[in-house]
């Protein structure tokens, strides 16, 4: 299987701070990773595909980056709405579609 | 626009079989490009896939979970099941189901259920 580890797997930011978040693969995933963000008691919501596409209506300050097995998400001035959890999701190979462990970014 | 909902039993006994089936609207669950996930998430912790379904019933299943899971269709109502059994505490969670969509050139789970919560116990 092919693993996903997130880090951190939290951090605290106030608002208009720039925030990344990385995932690593533990092999060459090419460009297949998709980021997901979750809000408390809701489903996730698709973000960005092949690893830099943004999901159409994802605001702009949302961006992501890499290839291979290193990669991150970039929220370049994070808003209040955007405090969630996380998630980074390999889609190169099956199965399993395997999700990393997830990064909380909460209110400083 | 693509909805899916959950719906089954909230509380399941150990050693029984949990199902679960997911309704979808807004798409045909036979369309011939999209699969048709089951997730879990427990509570406080990460998104665990469980499986899909694609066209024609073929199947993956996650390793861990194969033995004891079960997806299929029935297309006469645009539904996809869950049934997963010999349960144990481990597998209360909150289950989805998900569309995998074609987006560029890959492959995302891009419409979700808004989640059913299914508690193991006596």
């Known amino acids: 299987d092919i693993q996903m580890t997130q880090s951190p797997s939290s951090l605290s930011a106030s608002v208009g701070d720039r925030v990344i978040i990385t995932c690593r693969a533990s092999?060459?995933?090419?460009?297949?990773l998709n980021w997901y963000q979750q809000k408390p008691g809701k489903a996730p919501k698709f973000l960005i595909y092949?690893?830099?596409s943004l999901q159409s209506g994802v605001p702009s300050r949302f961006s992501g980056n890499g290839s291979g097995t290193d990669f991150t998400l970039t929220i370049s001035s994070v808003q209040p709405e955007d405090f969630a959890t996380y998630y980074c999701?390999?889609?190169?190979?099956?199965?399993?579609?395997?999700f990393g462990q997830g990064t909380k970014v909460e209110i400083k | 626009q693509v909805q899916l909902q959950e719906s089954g039993p909230g509380l399941v006994k150990p050693s029984q079989t949990l199902s679960l089936t997911c309704t979808v609207s807004g798409d045909s669950i036979n369309n011939g490009t999209s699969y048709w996930s089951w997730i879990r998430q427990p509570a406080g912790k990460g998104l665990e896939w469980i499986g899909r379904i694609f066209t024609r019933g073929s199947t993956n299943y996650s390793p861990s979970l194969k033995s004891r899971v079960t997806i299929s269709f029935d297309t006469s109502k645009n539904q996809f099941s869950l049934k997963l059994n010999s349960v144990t505490a481990a597998d209360t969670a909150v289950y989805y189901c998900?569309?995998?969509?074609?987006?560029?050139?890959?492959?995302?789970?891009?419409?979700w259920g808004q989640g059913t919560l299914v508690t193991v116990s006596s």
């Open positions: 999701q390999q889609s190169y190979s099956v199965p399993p579609k395997t």
């Open positions: 092949e690893a830099s």
């Open positions: 092999q060459n995933i090419n460009n297949y």
């Open positions: 998900a569309r995998e969509g074609r987006v560029g050139a890959t492959k995302a789970f891009d419409y």
